[in-house]
């Protein structure tokens, strides 16, 4: 399984920015899916999550301001980001759990990682 996320992006504050992220390869199911992100110099962090069924939850830091969306037909999900602020720095990882033909078992994947940088 492999999940592609959108390039690079930067905004001044109070920008808007949409990450995408979409998943390929031999994929039975995917359960959750869901944003992290890591700060410079700082542990990774849930920003969002979403399941298949699409009842989401976010970090307190992000609540009110960003929102996280999947299509499923199309294996991806979306996190928009409004009202940001530069403490929202960091590289945005996609995550997906997904059961694959080889296995059946349910396993964590990770995208390559989105630089985000707001600028005050």
């Known amino acids: 399984v492999q999940l592609q996320a959108s390039g690079e992006a930067w905004c001044g504050l109070g920008g808007s920015l949409r990450l995408s992220c979409a998943a390929s390869?031999?994929?039975?199911?995917?359960?959750?899916m869901g944003w992290y992100r890591q700060p410079p110099g700082k542990q990774r962090e849930l920003v969002a999550a979403?399941?298949?069924?699409?009842?989401?939850q976010y970090a307190e830091a992000v609540k009110g301001r960003f929102t996280i969306s999947r299509d499923n037909a199309k294996k991806s999900v979306y996190l928009q980001t409004n009202s940001l602020k530069p403490e929202d720095t960091a590289v945005y990882y996609c995550?997906?759990?997904?059961?694959?033909?080889?296995?059946?078992?349910?396993?964590?994947?990770w995208g390559q990682g989105t630089l985000v940088t707001v600028s005050s």
């Open positions: 995550n997906a759990e997904a059961i694959t033909p080889m296995t059946f078992a349910i396993e964590n994947y």
């Open positions: 390869g031999s994929i039975v199911r995917i359960n959750d």
């Open positions: 979403i399941s298949s069924g699409g009842g989401s």
